[in-house]
């Protein structure tokens, strides 16, 4: 029996053997230093968060590199300023026109070439990964050939064009942080959701009880439309008095100071 491995020991070696290849897929991918360092750091921190599910998986470095590429391609990177700052290019022409055709290829095209001319992954894993039928994925990666050998007419040859990628692959820095940094990072991400997640709690609670207290506590029928009540003379406002009227009020009120007229009926 063999000594035992930590689960902590067991993730280092796997970052040690896939991270640098993995930043170099993601550089191709992206064309930007930052943003590859950025997908395989999340990819690990990702592994690690579900580290039974990839220690069980027939293939941990594939479920990375997935999740590498995943992060690598998504979308959403648009929208941060720090990923639409312009990155240096590389200092040659032919590894800059390379990355150029590269990033003009929609990002299945891409991530396809990359796998198959890159990694030398076979078809049938490369249309795994990529989420795509065998048929697809061949499409993808003759039209994606095509591209880059009308740019450099001497990548036409997949041998030669796989050797370049490699080449480009490994322009500029490729260090990826610790393994023990990216174990605490996630770590520390899962304590801020949990606790995240223990507030909104706390704040859905409150106001549950706050709802349940003010609520009314029995059913309080909601007061009726008025309805037009027909055949009732309008209201019209009072005109001046006429002479009679006046004589009658001015009658009424010396009455009401000197006798007691007004509480003593009179007799006729």
Do not use: K, N
């Amino acid at each position: 029996m063999g000594p035992y491995v930590t689960p902590a020991q067991a993730f280092d070696a796997l970052y040690a053997y896939c991270a640098p290849a993995l930043v170099r897929q993601a550089y191709l991918l992206t064309g930007r230093r930052d943003l590859a360092h950025e997908s395989v750091e999340r990819a690990f921190q990702r592994a690690w968060d579900h580290w039974p599910e990839v220690a069980r998986d027939p293939d941990p470095p594939g479920w990375v590199r997935a999740a590498a590429h995943d992060w690598a391609l998504s979308p959403w990177h648009r929208f941060l300023l720090r990923h639409r700052r312009p990155e240096p290019p590389p200092p040659e022409d032919d590894d800059r026109a390379l990355l150029e055709a590269l990033l003009s290829l929609p990002p299945p095209y891409r991530r396809t070439l990359v796998l198959y001319d890159g990694v030398g992954l076979d078809l049938p894993d490369t249309a795994a990964e990529t989420e795509a039928s065998t048929r697809a994925t061949a499409g993808r990666l003759m039209h994606a050939r095509e591209v880059v050998a009308e740019a450099l007419p001497e990548l036409a040859d997949p041998a030669e064009l796989h050797d370049r990628l490699a080449e480009l692959a490994s322009t500029g820095r490729a260090r990826a942080p610790e393994p023990a940094a990216v174990r605490g990072g996630s770590e520390r991400r899962a304590r801020l959701w949990t606790r995240t997640a223990a507030a909104l709690t706390v704040v859905l609670i409150g106001s549950t009880a706050m709802t349940l207290r003010t609520a009314p506590t029995h059913y309080v029928p909601p007061v009726p439309p008025g309805e037009t009540v027909r055949g009732v003379p309008a209201r019209v406002a009072p005109g001046p008095l006429s002479d009679e009227e006046r004589e009658l009020r001015d009658r009424l009120r010396e009455a009401l100071h000197h006798g007691p007229e007004r509480l003593t009926p009179q007799a006729y």
